[in-house]
Protein backbone atom coordinates (compact mmCIF):
# COMPACT_ATOMS: atom_id res chain seq x y z
CA UNK A 1 0.00 0.00 0.00
CA UNK A 2 0.90 3.60 -0.72
CA UNK A 3 -0.59 6.29 1.00
CA UNK A 4 -0.41 10.02 -0.30
CA UNK A 5 -0.88 13.11 1.83
CA UNK A 6 -1.41 16.39 -0.41
CA UNK A 7 -0.48 19.99 1.15
CA UNK A 8 -0.91 23.40 0.44
CA UNK A 9 -3.97 24.13 -0.67
CA UNK A 10 -6.02 27.59 0.26
CA UNK A 11 -7.35 30.83 -1.27
CA UNK A 12 -5.11 32.88 -3.38
CA UNK A 13 -5.81 35.79 -5.61
CA UNK A 14 -6.11 35.92 -9.33
CA UNK A 15 -2.53 35.61 -10.45
CA UNK A 16 -0.95 34.20 -7.28
CA UNK A 17 0.50 31.21 -6.98
CA UNK A 18 0.74 27.98 -4.55
CA UNK A 19 3.17 25.20 -4.17
CA UNK A 20 1.19 22.28 -3.64
CA UNK A 21 3.48 18.69 -2.08
CA UNK A 22 2.20 15.40 -1.92
CA UNK A 23 4.17 13.00 0.68
CA UNK A 24 4.32 9.61 -0.33
CA UNK A 25 4.36 6.75 2.84
CA UNK A 26 4.22 3.06 2.87
CA UNK A 27 5.08 1.03 0.14
CA UNK A 28 7.13 3.87 -1.57
CA UNK A 29 9.59 3.88 -4.58
CA UNK A 30 11.67 6.69 -6.20
CA UNK A 31 10.35 4.02 -9.38
CA UNK A 32 6.91 5.58 -10.06
CA UNK A 33 5.28 7.72 -12.16
CA UNK A 34 3.46 10.58 -10.16
CA UNK A 35 0.84 12.96 -11.22
CA UNK A 36 -1.37 15.51 -10.79
CA UNK A 37 -5.29 15.53 -11.29
CA UNK A 38 -7.90 18.10 -10.24
CA UNK A 39 -11.52 18.02 -10.01
CA UNK A 40 -13.76 21.03 -10.20
CA UNK A 41 -17.44 21.39 -8.96
CA UNK A 42 -19.61 19.82 -11.15
CA UNK A 43 -16.68 18.59 -13.73
CA UNK A 44 -15.04 14.99 -14.14
CA UNK A 45 -11.34 14.66 -12.50
CA UNK A 46 -8.58 15.30 -15.11
CA UNK A 47 -5.24 15.59 -15.98
CA UNK A 48 -3.01 18.38 -15.11
CA UNK A 49 0.78 17.25 -14.69
CA UNK A 50 2.86 13.77 -14.64
CA UNK A 51 6.11 13.10 -14.15
CA UNK A 52 8.79 9.97 -14.25
CA UNK A 53 10.82 8.47 -11.27
CA UNK A 54 14.00 10.44 -12.70
CA UNK A 55 12.56 13.54 -13.43
CA UNK A 56 13.60 13.67 -17.18
CA UNK A 57 10.14 13.39 -18.35
CA UNK A 58 7.02 15.78 -17.66
CA UNK A 59 3.56 16.19 -19.18
CA UNK A 60 1.58 19.12 -18.81
CA UNK A 61 -2.26 19.86 -19.64
CA UNK A 62 -2.67 22.16 -22.01
CA UNK A 63 -4.27 24.37 -19.68
CA UNK A 64 -1.64 24.89 -16.93
CA UNK A 65 1.32 24.24 -19.80
CA UNK A 66 3.57 27.62 -19.36
CA UNK A 67 2.11 27.99 -15.64
CA UNK A 68 2.85 24.88 -13.82
CA UNK A 69 5.21 23.21 -13.28
CA UNK A 70 5.78 19.39 -11.60
CA UNK A 71 9.02 18.33 -9.83
CA UNK A 72 10.09 15.49 -7.14
CA UNK A 73 12.26 14.89 -4.36
CA UNK A 74 12.82 11.37 -4.54
CA UNK A 75 14.99 11.63 -1.41
CA UNK A 76 11.62 13.05 0.22
CA UNK A 77 8.58 11.08 -1.37
CA UNK A 78 7.75 14.04 -2.09
CA UNK A 79 6.28 15.35 -5.49
CA UNK A 80 5.45 19.20 -5.86
CA UNK A 81 3.28 21.56 -8.08
CA UNK A 82 4.21 24.74 -8.59
CA UNK A 83 1.13 26.86 -9.94
CA UNK A 84 1.96 30.33 -11.13
CA UNK A 85 -0.45 32.68 -12.64
CA UNK A 86 -3.14 31.63 -11.54
CA UNK A 87 -6.95 32.18 -12.92
CA UNK A 88 -9.94 31.28 -11.41
CA UNK A 89 -10.59 28.20 -13.44
CA UNK A 90 -7.89 26.66 -11.73
CA UNK A 91 -10.03 26.50 -8.33
CA UNK A 92 -10.58 22.94 -7.91
CA UNK A 93 -9.52 20.25 -5.36
CA UNK A 94 -6.04 18.87 -6.54
CA UNK A 95 -4.74 15.12 -6.11
CA UNK A 96 -1.56 13.62 -6.70
CA UNK A 97 -1.54 9.82 -7.72
CA UNK A 98 0.77 7.19 -8.25
CA UNK A 99 1.26 4.78 -10.40
CA UNK A 100 3.42 1.97 -9.47
CA UNK A 101 4.31 -0.14 -13.21
CA UNK A 102 7.61 1.26 -13.18
CA UNK A 103 6.74 2.86 -16.68
CA UNK A 104 9.71 5.27 -17.79
CA UNK A 105 6.52 7.02 -19.77
CA UNK A 106 4.38 9.05 -17.87
CA UNK A 107 0.80 8.36 -18.05
CA UNK A 108 -1.82 11.06 -18.77
CA UNK A 109 -4.60 8.38 -17.80
CA UNK A 110 -6.29 8.30 -14.54
CA UNK A 111 -6.84 4.57 -14.47
CA UNK A 112 -2.98 3.63 -14.66
CA UNK A 113 -2.68 5.38 -11.38
CA UNK A 114 -2.77 3.02 -8.15
CA UNK A 115 -2.76 5.10 -5.32
CA UNK A 116 -4.27 8.85 -4.59
CA UNK A 117 -4.22 10.57 -1.82
CA UNK A 118 -7.50 12.72 -0.58
CA UNK A 119 -7.09 16.32 -2.24
CA UNK A 120 -6.20 19.36 -1.03
CA UNK A 121 -8.70 22.43 -1.94
CA UNK A 122 -7.30 25.52 -4.31
CA UNK A 123 -9.49 28.27 -4.31
CA UNK A 124 -8.60 31.11 -6.63
CA UNK A 125 -10.69 34.37 -6.66
CA UNK A 126 -10.93 37.02 -9.10
Known amino acids: QVQLVESGGGLVQAGGSLRLSCAAF????????MGWFRQAPGKEREFIAA????????YYADSVKGRFTISRDNAKNTVYLQMNSLKPEDTAVYYC???????????????????WGQGTQVTVSS
Open 97 to 115: AADTSLTVVPSTAQYEYDF
Open 26 to 33: GRTSSRYT
Open 51 to 58: INWTGGST
